[in-house]
């Protein structure tokens, strides 16, 4: 394993990232002029070359867009699942201020075409080197096409719009030279995710089943299938599918049970005989280490000089020393169900099945320990104090917690905004001055589990769509679904399902959100859990009287601006509407 990442550096970032331009298509597709070594010494060796592909692998990571969306904020921050502190381009979107001039979501545009660049120079050049076999260029080749079309998911994924004929982005399959005349244009969406599923088709059997151990977070065949399982599903969906075609239904259905088949992947198990409180550490490293339900992940890495990689310090209680970078919203914490598998809220938000808000974080399933850090839990060998004197007994005798937003707490000004923390992908093991090496899971085989349920619902299998939710919740010791949900019902268990299984993972609530359609729903004001204590040490909370992020819904939030920059350097490029 180490060999291979070590050999993901950032020196090659500067062939796109040095220099300026003077034209629109250089910016589009990422051509700069580079002083760093000559483009032409990459295809002399196969070394070199292969050192171009692993920081075309680089590229695939999570694009920091000012914090909205990198490997240490992630992307829940810019939906109802998680809100980050301090960071000015989530506040924008998330309050619906973002424009075709902030800088935040241009990253993602420009990051990607960066990466694609990047491939398509790969693909043209890679013949040229002298010292390697032909079947280790095919298999540089279907890497190189992967990571094209990775990035292209993420592209229509953020900037597609679902009505025209030009609603996807511009689909590039070349490389072209600074100053050469081209004119660019936004291919519509069947036409970027068709592209896509080509690709992939064209690759898998290319690429291998597995890579040796000191390869790992290479491409394999089951990741290819599992891109084309998640891609094939959005295009099913309600925002693409409006008239809800069964056949694009089918191919989601095939494709997510193609990865279920393969047998080298697996759910990791865990002791369900303890109650949630104590297992809950057996789920959560799964998403600590590599193992067998991992399709495809990649290291958390560092850059020279900033806080990438250490998730640790930067999720975690500001008392601790940590900076709470993304705190988990009271939306998300609510829709975990209790340890028997029941809601704790009705449809009106009233307490239900024995839940008591002023007593809510017991007796709930293990996936909530495993995912969220509260108040009064064990945390690092000490309990979380998020708690402040109670206001309707104001009293001197109450020493505000250690983590909460009074003055007197340590980096009060750090706190999460939401009350709560970021547990999953949090290692306790790793001192908070060091790296985390916890991996960026691209694609998990649960995903696969869910993304079967949801395709055979939408075609009518409800029996087969409950079975395969099942096998996701029996894993963490929930019950089967009640045989009585049916219909709406129905779905709304599966999508729980999706949400609670997926929390925090890539940009799966983002996506979500919007190619089911339900924005106007989910997009709201969002409130922070106020723990109050009084002079007997009693807690009070309260979730509604302190805003922690104040939200109001437009069409334009189901997908992000193209950057003013490219519309103003090229008017034929249309621009989304609301923007």
Same mark, same amino acid.
């Given at each position: 394993?180490?060999?291979?990442?070590?050999?993901?550096?950032?020196?090659?970032?500067?062939?796109?990232?040095?220099g300026?331009?003077?034209?629109?298509?250089?910016?589009?597709?990422? +051509?700069?002029?580079?002083?760093?070594?000559?483009?032409?010494?990459?295809?002399?060796?196969?070394?070199?070359?292969?050192?171009?592909?692993?920081?075309?692998?680089?590229?695939?990571?999570?694009?920091s867009?000012?914090?909205?969306?990198?490997?240490?904020?992630?992307? /829940?921050?810019?939906?109802?699942?998680?809100?980050?502190?301090?960071?000015?381009?989530?506040?924008?979107?998330?309050?619906?201020?973002? *424009?075709?001039?902030?800088?935040?979501? &241009?990253?993602?545009?420009?990051?990607?075409?960066?990466?694609?660049?990047?491939?398509?120079?790969?693909?043209?050049?890679?013949? #040229?080197?002298?010292?390697?076999?032909?079947?280790?260029?095919?298999?540089?080749?279907?890497?190189?096409?992967?990571?094209?079309?990775?990035?292209?998911?993420?592209?229509?994924?953020?900037?597609?719009?679902w009505e025209?004929?030009?609603?996807?982005?511009?689909?590039l399959?070349?490389?072209?030279?600074?100053?050469?005349?081209?004119?660019? $244009?936004?291919?519509?969406?069947?036409?970027?995710?068709?592209?896509?599923?080509?690709?992939?088709?064209?690759i898998?059997? *290319?690429? !291998?089943?597995?890579?040796?151990?000191a390869?790992?977070? @290479?491409?394999?065949?089951? &990741?290819?299938l599992?891109?084309?399982s998640?891609?094939l +599903?959005?295009?099913?969906?309600?925002?693409?599918?409006?008239?809800h075609?069964?056949?694009?239904?089918?191919?989601?259905?095939d494709?997510?049970?193609?990865?279920?088949?393969?047998?080298m992947y697996?759910?990791?198990?865990?002791?369900?005989?303890?109650?949630?409180?104590?297992?809950?550490?057996?789920?959560?490293?799964?998403? +600590?280490?590599?193992?067998?339900?991992?399709i495809?992940?990649? !290291?958390?890495y560092?850059?020279?000089?900033?806080m990438?990689? @250490?998730?640790?310090?930067?999720?975690?209680?500001?008392?601790?020393?940590?900076?709470? /970078?993304?705190g988990?919203?009271?939306?998300? %914490?609510?829709?975990?169900?209790?340890?028997?598998?029941?809601?704790?809220?009705?449809?009106?938000?009233?307490?239900?099945?024995?839940?008591?808000?002023?007593? !809510?974080?017991?007796?709930?399933?293990?996936r909530?320990?495993?995912?969220? %850090?509260?108040?009064?839990?064990?945390?690092?060998?000490r309990?979380?104090?998020?708690?402040?004197p109670?206001?309707?007994?104001p009293?001197?005798?109450?020493?505000?917690?250690?983590?909460?937003?009074?003055?007197?707490?340590?980096?009060?000004?750090?706190?999460?905004?939401?009350?709560f923390?970021?547990?999953?992908?949090?290692?306790?093991?790793?001192?908070?001055?060091?790296?985390?090496?916890?991996?960026?899971?691209?694609?998990?085989?649960?995903?696969?589990?869910?993304n079967?349920?949801?395709?055979?619902?939408?075609?009518?299998?409800?029996?087969?769509?409950?079975?395969?939710?099942?096998?996701?919740?029996?894993?963490?010791?929930?019950?089967?679904? $009640?045989?009585?949900?049916?219909?709406?019902?129905?779905r709304?268990?599966?999508?729980?399902? #999706?949400?609670?299984?997926?929390a925090?993972?890539?940009?799966?609530?983002?996506?979500?959100? #919007?190619?089911?359609?339900?924005?106007?729903?989910?997009?709201?004001?969002?409130?922070?859990?106020?723990?109050?204590? $009084?002079?007997?040490?009693?807690?009070?909370?309260?979730?509604?009287?302190?805003?922690? +992020?104040?939200?109001?819904?437009?069409? @334009?939030?189901?997908?992000?601006?193209?950057?003013?920059?490219e519309?103003?350097?090229?008017?034929?490029?249309?621009?989304?509407?609301?923007?």
């Amino acid at each position: 394993m180490k060999n291979f990442l070590n050999r993901i550096s950032f020196f090659l970032i500067g062939l796109v990232l040095l220099g300026s331009c003077d034209n629109y298509e250089d910016e589009i597709l990422g +051509l700069k002029p580079t002083d760093r070594f000559s483009e032409a010494d990459v295809w002399t060796s196969g070394k070199s070359a292969n050192e171009f592909l692993n920081q075309c692998y680089a590229g695939m990571g999570s694009l920091s867009i000012n914090g909205l969306g990198n490997a240490e904020n992630l992307p /829940a921050g810019l939906t109802d699942m998680g809100v980050i502190r301090g960071n000015q381009g989530n506040w924008n979107f998330q309050s619906g201020s973002i *424009v075709p001039t902030s800088t935040g979501t &241009a990253n993602i545009w420009e990051g990607s075409y960066v990466t694609i660049r990047n491939t398509n120079l790969f693909l043209e050049n890679i013949d #040229r080197v002298p010292d390697i076999t032909q079947q280790e260029k095919s298999l540089m080749t279907a890497q190189a096409r992967f990571i094209r079309a990775y990035r292209y998911m993420f592209l229509v994924n953020y900037y597609s719009w679902w009505e025209g004929p030009k609603n996807g982005v511009p689909l590039l399959t070349k490389s072209y030279s600074p100053g050469e005349d081209v004119i660019v $244009d936004r291919a519509g969406y069947d036409e970027v995710v068709n592209f896509i599923i080509s690709e992939l088709d064209e690759i898998e059997d *290319v690429l !291998p089943l597995s890579w040796p151990d000191a390869e790992w977070g @290479k491409i394999t065949k089951g &990741a290819c299938l599992a891109m084309k399982s998640r891609m094939l +599903l959005y295009k099913a969906s309600k925002r693409y599918n409006p008239g809800h075609d069964t056949q694009e239904w089918v191919a989601a259905s095939d494709a997510a049970k193609a990865v279920i088949d393969m047998s080298m992947y697996e759910l990791i198990q865990i002791d369900n005989t303890k109650p949630p409180i104590e297992s809950y550490k057996e789920y959560a490293d799964i998403f +600590l280490h590599p193992n067998n339900e991992m399709i495809l992940s990649q !290291p958390t890495y560092m850059a020279p000089g900033f806080m990438y990689g @250490k998730f640790e310090i930067r999720n975690a209680p500001n008392g601790y020393g940590g900076e709470g /970078a993304c705190g988990p919203t009271l939306e998300i %914490v609510n829709k975990y169900q209790n340890e028997d598998g029941e809601d704790i809220l009705d449809a009106s938000g009233n307490p239900i099945n024995g839940y008591d808000p002023q007593n !809510p974080f017991v007796n709930r399933e293990t996936r909530f320990y495993a995912t969220i %850090v509260y108040n009064g839990r064990d945390f690092r060998g000490r309990q979380v104090e998020t708690f402040m004197p109670d206001p309707i007994n104001p009293s001197d005798m109450v020493i505000p917690g250690k983590d909460s937003r009074h003055p007197t707490a340590i980096r009060y000004r750090q706190t999460s905004e939401t009350g709560f923390w970021l547990y999953k992908f949090m290692n306790e093991s790793i001192a908070f001055d060091q790296p985390s090496n916890t991996p960026v899971i691209l694609f998990r085989h649960a995903e696969a589990f869910l993304n079967y349920a949801e395709a055979q619902f939408e075609l009518g299998n409800e029996d087969v769509a409950r079975a395969n939710i099942n096998i996701i919740r029996n894993r963490v010791g929930l019950p089967d679904l $009640d045989t009585s949900l049916t219909g709406t019902a129905l779905r709304d268990a599966i999508r729980h399902e #999706r949400t609670i299984e997926l929390a925090f993972e890539q940009n799966h609530r983002f996506c979500d959100e #919007r190619r089911w359609e339900i924005l106007p729903e989910t997009f709201v004001t969002l409130w922070r859990l106020e723990a109050f204590k $009084d002079n007997n040490g009693n807690i009070r909370y309260v979730g509604d009287q302190t805003m922690a +992020l104040p939200r109001v819904f437009s069409e @334009k939030m189901y997908s992000f601006p193209i950057p003013d920059r490219e519309i103003q350097r090229a008017p034929h490029l249309n621009q989304n509407p609301g923007y």
